[in-house]
């Protein structure tokens, strides 16, 4: 049987992660961190995305990792245009939408032009995109809204989201098109979706929409008071989108984004901090008893997945106000680069990749 050697690349905001697998084996992971002295140089983070290969390609060669016996490279998929969830070849379109950044810009969008970059000079070796954050499988009645032209999205985390899903079915004997689910994965942004038999068919928008508050995100809002603040004059556009995404949240609250230091200061006997806590595990709750609803009660689960699962604080919380009406299960962390290289030799292995 062959043994597939396959590269998986996410970049982030401030840091470039990467993996070497041999199938299902980690050989190496490695995170570059950028400082904004470095970043600052790059009118547009596209821009960022040759300074981000080379040093991809120089820790791998210091690693004596021959670039010839990659099968595939794997990138983050970026803010790409609504698709169904699965693996997609790396084409020029797409390369296309993120260069012009057509649905926006965003550290994501260099996974899929690094990954096509770095393949197209090894014999044979293919690029792909996995699950990226604009899958979009919402059923029609999820994306209507109050107002016709605010037509519901659907962004949000699905990498975690599907290999979590996966990997809770395969514990459990069985497989994610069988199953009904509700997971939340739990981090910078929250994203709370119902999984109905294989599809996201609902899920709050997690960007800068609607939903829980987070650690830097404020969730829905009274909008009512947000359209008043818009034209008080006081602040600018890009300072009300910051206060949305960034500076919401607990770090509006408690002037920290790291949820595990806002509940040693609770902990400690800071009461607002307390508060707060609570206030964002009952958000996360009450946004779990909606995708209950949206599933008719039929669930066999209720994950929780992401950084923040880590918290004991906030997972008692949620767990206490949901396990009435569903068994809990609990997936601390997030596993994109294996999930990455998982699709990666899914592919290998013959399943047929999408087009964008």
Do not use: W
């Amino acid at each position: 049987m062959n043994m597939y050697k396959i590269l998986s690349i996410n970049p982030g905001s401030t840091s470039t992660k990467f993996a070497v697998y041999e199938d299902k084996k980690l050989i190496c992971l490695h995170t570059i961190r950028h400082s904004g002295d470095e970043l600052k140089i790059y009118e547009h983070i596209f821009d960022q995305f040759e300074f981000r290969k080379e040093l991809i390609l120089k820790q791998l060669e210091k690693d004596e990792i021959q670039l010839d016996d990659f099968a595939a490279i794997v990138g983050r998929g970026g803010m790409l245009r609504p698709i169904e969830s699965g693996v997609y070849s790396v084409n020029s379109r797409m390369i296309s939408d993120v260069r012009n950044s057509v649905i926006g810009e965003h550290a994501s969008n260099l996974g899929c032009v690094i990954a096509h970059e770095i393949a197209a000079v090894i014999p044979g070796c293919k690029a792909f995109i996995a699950d990226p954050v604009s899958v979009d499988e919402l059923q029609d009645v999820a994306r209507i809204s109050g107002l016709p032209g605010f037509k519901r999205r659907s962004l949000f985390h699905a990498l975690n989201h599907k290999a979590i899903a996966r990997k809770y079915a395969a514990a459990n004997g069985t497989t994610y098109e069988k199953l009904n689910l509700v997971i939340a994965h739990l981090g910078g942004g929250i994203s709370v979706a119902a999984h109905r038999l294989g599809k996201v068919v609902d899920v709050n928008q997690a960007l800068d929409g609607y939903g829980p508050f987070s650690p830097e995100r404020s969730g829905t809002l009274d909008t009512g008071a947000l359209v008043r603040m818009c034209f008080e004059g006081k602040y600018t556009q890009t300072e009300i989108a910051r206060m949305l995404v960034g500076n919401g949240g607990l770090m509006a609250h408690l002037g920290t984004n790291e949820a595990h230091v806002a509940a040693e200061r609770a902990e400690q006997g800071d009461k607002y901090a307390r508060l707060v806590l609570e206030a964002m595990a009952y958000s996360v709750a009450k946004e779990i008893g909606s995708m209950l609803a949206v599933l008719h009660g039929d669930v066999d689960a209720v994950i929780l997945t992401g950084g923040i699962a880590y918290n004991q604080f906030i997972i008692n919380h949620i767990t206490k106000m949901v396990s009435h009406f569903a068994k809990v299960a609990v997936y601390p962390g997030e596993d994109e680069m294996g999930a990455l290289a998982m699709a990666g030799l899914r592919v290998l292995q013959g399943e047929m990749p999408k087009e964008y």
